[in-house]
């Protein structure tokens, strides 16, 4: 059974940091494009950023400088890096494990989400 569990969200003020961790079991982990997709309140989810198996990256363009996407195999494990943050940051993220073809990320299976909060 696939188990993606996020973990690190909460409410943070405007500038500052969180981490985002997502723990897989149940997939091998390694052969996987592993996302992080983020849905606000009346709007669409959207992917913010990817890591292939190979270890590329891909950010959507609001993100990039200020976040940063990792996996770390031995611990089946994906992280988001999250600095600077903005109120629009504020969204429900989601951890993605999928595939990664043709310059695009392709869901698989999803995690159930954690809340981020970006106020004052």
């Known amino acids: 059974q696939v188990q993606l569990v996020e973990s690190g969200g909460g409410l943070v003020q405007p500038g500052g940091s969180l981490r985002l961790s997502c723990a897989a079991s149940?997939?091998?982990?390694?052969?996987?494009?592993m996302a992080w997709y983020r849905q606000a309140p009346g709007k669409q989810r959207e992917l913010v950023a990817g890591?292939?198996?190979?270890?590329?990256?891909n950010y959507v363009d609001s993100v990039k400088g200020r976040f940063t996407i990792s996996r770390d195999n031995a611990k089946n494990t994906v992280y988001l890096q999250m600095n600077s943050l903005k109120p629009e940051d504020t969204a429900v993220y989601y951890c993605?494990?999928?595939?990664?073809?043709?310059?695009?990320?392709?869901?698989?299976?999803w995690g159930q989400g954690t809340q981020v909060i970006v106020s004052s």
């Open positions: 993605n494990a999928g595939a990664y073809n043709s310059g695009s990320y392709s869901p698989g299976y």
């Open positions: 890591i292939t198996s190979g270890g590329s990256t």
């Open positions: 149940g997939v091998i982990f390694s052969i996987y494009a």
